[in-house]
């Protein structure tokens, strides 16, 4: 559990309230027991600012779309989740992905000629969209905003085209500048699950989805600062969840694997780069930035624009990547076959597992540890929500 400067009940319950959720894959099951039990302690706590990434758009279109209160909107995702399985994620039949091997090695053999299918990603994510669709409707968000049950929603997606990073906005948050970057920019739109698919698409392995005439992919990946979009929108509170556990220290110095580092483990690497780490640089800068306004001029700090903004992150209290361990057998044959042969067998850790996993049991335990942790920690949170 960290909180940022300034992060006590007092000062926080006076500034505008956001929930930023960062991506993770499956380990974005653990943000849904967090949530639901923020839901069942404050069914009526009003969150007017969402912003999500990755696997926490999906969340957060969820939540937006949700027509009641939050107990109702929280408790109704977390069964979401408790009943999802790989396959409606992604197609995981050995066919799907003999054809998909079939692109892919015809691409590289194919020496960019035209002559074989082109290769678009490792899975077949269509069986998302269908698990979407059937809970995200624009229609609604829209009605929420309008009647003052949320003020904006903000998803963060990657464009193929420019690299840069768009920050889709539904709503008219108050206080939000537009980010003034030529690697950032924000985009005044109707939140669709197109919008939530881009933001979720992990390149290469989810293919790119189209939003008018450019390729978008997961947001997490050009984003160095994940919590800009709810500062961007006017946000003066943040509650966001990591997905990372804080190792001590001589958890840190144990090796996670011998000899020459198998794929599964660069990979994972790879993906915690992205999704965990992020998170942990933009919160030490926001710590930084505050330590700063709290010594400048009032006048200095708002010709600058600079503002505080308080911080709360809640962490889980086990480690993600071993806990997928002891779920690797319940990926389905072709799925299991396939991470197998990338090294999972040697090495303690399945970070690049624990992505992929979206199966009951893992599923049921990374909720119910959410659930566990906010309890622990509940006077922390009621504390900064309230």
């Not at 939003?211 to 978008?216: C, E, I, R």
């Not at 057998?329 to 040697?346: C, K």
């Amino acid at each position: 559990m960290t909180g940022g400067p300034g992060s006590g009940a007092s000062g926080a319950a006076r500034g505008k309230l956001a929930f930023a959720l960062s991506g993770g894959g499956a380990r974005a099951a653990y943000q849904t027991g967090v949530l639901s039990h923020i839901g069942k302690r404050l069914p009526g706590l009003r969150v007017p600012l969402l912003t999500g990434v990755s696997a926490g758009a999906i969340n957060v279109g969820f939540l937006a779309a949700y027509d009641g209160n939050l107990r109702g909107a929280t408790q109704a995702l977390k069964r979401r989740w408790l009943s999802l399985t790989t396959e409606e994620v992604l197609r995981t039949n050995p066919a799907s992905l003999l054809k998909v091997g079939v692109r892919l090695g015809g691409s590289l053999l194919g020496g960019g000629t035209g002559l074989s299918p082109r290769f678009r990603s490792l899975v077949d994510t269509s069986p998302l969209r269908e698990f979407i669709e059937r809970d995200v409707d624009r229609g609604e968000i829209g009605s929420r905003i309008e009647a003052g049950d949320l003020e904006a929603v903000g998803l963060t997606a990657m464009s193929y085209q420019t690299g840069r990073t768009v920050l889709f906005v539904q709503g008219d948050p108050q206080s939000a500048p537009r980010p003034a970057s030529s690697h950032y920019r924000l985009v005044r739109t109707d939140i669709s699950v197109d919008h939530i698919l881009a933001s979720a698409s992990i390149p290469l392995v989810f293919p790119a989805v189209k939003l008018g005439q450019q390729y978008y992919g997961d947001g997490s990946f050009r984003t160095a600062a994940p919590l800009a979009p709810a500062i961007h929108m006017g946000a003066d509170r943040i509650f966001t969840i990591s997905a990372r556990y804080r190792r001590s220290e001589l958890e840190a110095r144990a090796p996670d694997t011998t000899g020459y580092p198998p794929p599964a483990r660069v990979l994972g690497l790879l993906l915690n780069s992205v999704f965990l780490d992020t998170l942990d640089w933009d919160a030490a800068a926001l710590r930084r930035i505050n330590l700063l306004v709290g010594r400048l001029p009032p006048e200095v700090s708002e010709r600058q624009g600079l503002r505080h903004v308080d911080l709360l992150i809640l962490r889980p209290s086990r480690d993600i990547g071993k806990l997928a361990r002891d779920f690797e057998i319940e990926l389905p044959p072709a799925l299991r076959f396939l991470v197998r042969g990338l090294g999972t067998p040697d090495i303690k850790t399945a970070d690049f597992v624990s992505y992929l996993l979206f199966e009951s049991e893992y599923i049921r335990t990374l909720v119910e540890l959410g659930v566990s942790d906010a309890e622990v920690n509940w006077d922390r949170i009621e504390a900064f929500l309230t």
